[in-house]
């Protein structure tokens, strides 16, 4: 059973080799004349001002907590969804009440205006 | 030739099988960036590179070539380490995904049973590469540029994850070659018809998910110069821009394989039957896939690019809910045994 998964874990260490490969190559053949100005950050031109990290919208977390919250939906929904075939119409109802509940929430943040972005 | 396959040790064999995937793939992103700009340069009617090769057809190569002599910038202000890890977290899951990918009846390097699960958290991984590519940046305009897209991605792969409940739910099982094989009979059993609105949504959070075009806020060339790899440059650079091309092709061969029924020949089998021996196989895959790829291009040179607050309602307002009520008309139909496509 585990045999299967060798060559994925192959394929993930060739993936990287892949890609740092072709940043070595650049490293390498590349001709590196670093400067003040070349290596400051871009800022169309302009001096570069202040710190880059900056205060950012709230929302953005905001759609990260939600994004947690569906996302774990998703993944209780998983084995629900393979196995719906044998469990008839008692394991459609309990997704239902369990969909219901989600839907609940989702309607709150909608109504809260969690989701407004203009 | 097969005893000389056999005698090899088992790890040389599947470096082998995967060099079969990973080359042509290669292959196929580099003249993917060709197709892109002749496309949609005859699209507005220009007639796109033509002087590298006849054709222009040697583009990318040279594409390639100069990239790869072109200096690697790392800013000073930058996280040098997660600078340059970045470009392999974008690269790396959207080459890894393809060990679970059926091309043909049994013609797959990792047949695991978890493949769908697989495949969604490979995807899942590349926000990270964007995230960590603006905050190690220190630059503003990446900094909102990896915000924009991270606030999007994430968005989007909740939309296609529902969907991909709802290809779970039709096909009853997470494996791609038997989600394939649940879809054998004619075109109309494929699982675009059943599942239309979700098909329609995969593809398009798919077109989000990879920050394409009309999605493509977090680049948005005349608005935050390139968002995320704004201070990227050279091979660093190349890196993302193969990894945003295979996640393009990866869509384009997921889409394929969830909803219009993988390496299955639309054509019924009494028409081709002696007639040609192109019945079902790997050439109705790719077509499927060539299909999707060049709508990737064409709603490139169609749509305007949607507004930031536009996106986020298309994907939590409009996709989420769509998705939550066609899982549980699925799941109904699916119950019920609704003929022709469950009735068995």
């Known amino acids: 059973m585990l045999d299967n998964y060798l060559p994925i874990l192959i394929f993930m260490i060739i993936g990287l080799l892949v890609g740092g490969g072709a940043m070595v190559a650049g490293f390498v053949l590349g001709e590196r004349r670093p400067d003040h100005q070349k290596n400051s950050p871009y ?62 929430g989702f309607v709150y943040e909608w109504k809260k205006g969690a989701l407004e972005w203009e | 030739m097969i005893e000389l396959w056999n005698s090899l040790p088992e790890v040389i064999r599947i470096l082998l099988k995967i060099v079969v995937i990973l080359a042509p793939l290669m292959g196929l992103v580099a003249y993917y960036t060709l197709a892109e700009r002749k496309i949609i340069g005859y699209m507005q009617i220009r007639i796109g590179p033509n002087r590298v090769g006849p054709r222009g057809l040697l583009q990318p190569i040279a594409d390639a070539v100069k990239l790869m002599f072109k200096e690697i910038i790392l800013p000073t202000r930058a996280d040098k380490t997660l600078f340059i890890i970045a470009p392999l977290l974008t690269l790396a899951p959207a080459l890894a995904a393809w060990a679970v990918f059926p091309f043909d009846e049994n013609l797959v390097l990792a047949d695991i049973n978890a493949g769908l699960l697989y495949i969604l958290a490979l995807t899942s991984l590349g926000v990270y590469g964007v995230i960590i590519a603006g905050w190690a940046s220190n630059s503003k305009y990446a900094l909102l540029g990896a915000l924009r897209s991270g606030a999007q991605i994430v968005a989007y ?17 997470l494996n791609l070659g038997d989600i394939v094989r649940a879809q054998s009979g004619n075109v109309f059993t494929w699982f675009w018809l059943p599942l239309l609105p979700l098909f329609l949504i995969y593809f398009i959070s798919g077109l989000a998910e990879t920050n394409r075009a009309p999605f493509d806020v977090a680049e948005g060339e005349s608005e935050i110069v390139a968002g995320f790899h704004v201070e990227y440059s050279g091979m660093t650079f190349a890196v993302f821009f193969l990894g945003e091309y295979a996640n393009m092709i990866l869509i384009s061969a997921l889409s394929a394989t969830l909803f219009l029924g993988g390496w299955l020949s639309p054509l019924p089998a009494a028409w081709v039957e002696g007639v040609f021996p192109l019945d079902s196989g790997f050439h109705w895959l790719l077509l499927k896939t060539f299909f999707f790829m060049f709508l ?39 119950v019920y045994k609704l003929p022709p496509w469950w009735s068995a």
């Open chain 2, 157 to 173: 792969e909740i939309a296609m994850g529902f969907a991909l409940v709802g290809v779970l739910v039709a096909a009853g099982s």
């Open chain 2, 296 to 334: 990737f291009l064409w709603f490139r040179a169609t749509f305007p690019r949607y507004r930031y607050d536009q996106i986020m309602r298309l994907g939590w307002k409009v996709f989420i809910p769509i998705t939550i009520v066609w899982i549980l008309v699925v799941g109904l139909a699916v």
């Open chain 1, 43 to 104: 800022e169309c031109g302009f001096e570069a001002f202040e710190t880059a990290r900056l205060k950012f919208d709230v929302r953005y977390y905001l759609v990260a907590i939600l994004f947690i919250i569906f996302d774990l939906e998703i993944a209780f929904l998983f084995p629900w969804a393979v196995a719906l075939d044998g469990l008839g119409m008692v394991g459609f109802l309990a997704m239902v009440i369990f969909l219901a509940i989600l839907v609940v």
